[in-house]
Nanobody
Framework: QVQLAESGGGLVQAGASLRLSCTASGRTFSTDDMAWFRQAPGKGREFVAGDSRSGGITHYADSVKGRFTISRDNAKNTVYLQMNSLKPEDTAVYYC??????????????????WGQGTQVTVSS
């Protein structure tokens, strides 16, 4: 059974940093696209960052570009999201996701096959 487990969320003040981790079990995703999404209360799930193994290319939402960095450690089957200069508007539940194929745009949540349970990030002003 494939599972993705996020960790690293918490309550921080604006300007602080957090690093989220997502560890996969049940299969390896070293050659698959992985991504982070987030969902704030009352809003839809939005793309935050993605790592494409097809070309080793990373993608970021404009709202986090320059502040967040996605990376992965294939030996640990883990993907990370380093979040710096956090803002109150970054408050959301953060989810990691993995997809086995390449159908659909990388920023489309429906294109992903596996999801973690989410980790809460709260940024106070």
């Amino acid at each position: 059974q494939v599972q993705l487990a996020e960790s690293g969320g918490g309550l921080v003040q604006a300007g602080a940093s957090l690093r989220l981790s997502c560890t996969a079990s049940g299969r390896t995703f070293s050659t698959d696209d992985m991504a982070w999404f987030r969902q704030a209360p009352g809003k839809g799930r939005e793309f935050v960052a993605g790592d494409s193994r097809s070309g080793g290319i990373t993608h970021y939402a404009d709202s986090v570009k320059g502040r967040f960095t996605i990376s992965r450690d294939n030996a640990k089957n883990t993907v990370y999201l380093q979040m710096n200069s956090l803002k109150p508007e970054d408050t959301a539940v953060y989810y990691c996701a993995a997809r086995l194929g390449y159908l659909g745009h990388y920023s489309y949540a429906g294109a992903y096959d596996y999801w973690g349970q989410g980790t809460q990030v709260t940024v106070s002003s």
